[in-house]
């Protein structure tokens, strides 16, 4: 199901899926001067349900390829820390503390900085 889901939503968010939805809803729109206003609503409610969907999709695709190649930079990267590689996949109250320890130590490094350039003035 996933897959169907998937591939539908690719073809809805490229150029001939999205001119499909545009002759459905020029279809839709004909349709209303010959007394279909239900079938037309139906329809057009379906339609916003889709986009909807395509639209979570898309984005859920677009996050999971940015992690992946954040997660890439970040192994790549030697002297960082990789306790933060997968952390999306955390509990939202696991992900909100470690945010908070990487500010507080961004905060601390930062006045360090200050202190030192500080001192060498």
Same mark, same amino acid.
């Given at each position: 199901?996933n ?9 809805i968010?490229r ?7 545009l002759?459905?809803?020029a279809?839709c ?5 010959l007394?279909?206003t /239900?079938? *037309?609503?139906?329809?057009? #409610? ?5 986009i909807?969907?395509v639209?979570? +999709?898309? %984005?859920y695709?677009d996050?999971a390829a940015?992690?992946?190649k954040?997660?890439?930079?970040v192994?790549?990267l030697r002297?960082t820390?990789? /306790?933060? *590689?997968?952390?999306e996949? #955390?509990?939202?109250?696991?992900i909100k503390?470690?945010l908070?320890? +990487?500010? %507080?130590?961004?905060?601390a ?13």
């Amino acid at each position: 199901m996933n897959r169907l889901l998937f591939e539908m939503a690719d073809f809805i968010s490229r150029p001939p899926g999205f001119y499909l939805l545009l002759v459905a809803m020029a279809a839709c729109t004909a349709a209303l001067p010959l007394g279909m206003t /239900d079938i *037309v609503t139906y329809g057009l #409610s379906v339609l916003a349900i889709i986009i909807s969907g395509v639209v979570l +999709i898309q %984005g859920y695709r677009d996050t999971a390829a940015i992690h992946a190649k954040l997660d890439e930079i970040v192994v790549a990267l030697r002297e960082t820390r990789n /306790d933060v *590689v997968g952390l999306e996949h #955390s509990d939202p109250k696991e992900i909100k503390a470690v945010l908070k320890r +990487i500010e %507080g130590e961004a905060e601390a490094l930062a006045g360090a900085t200050e202190a030192s350039t500080t001192a060498t003035t």
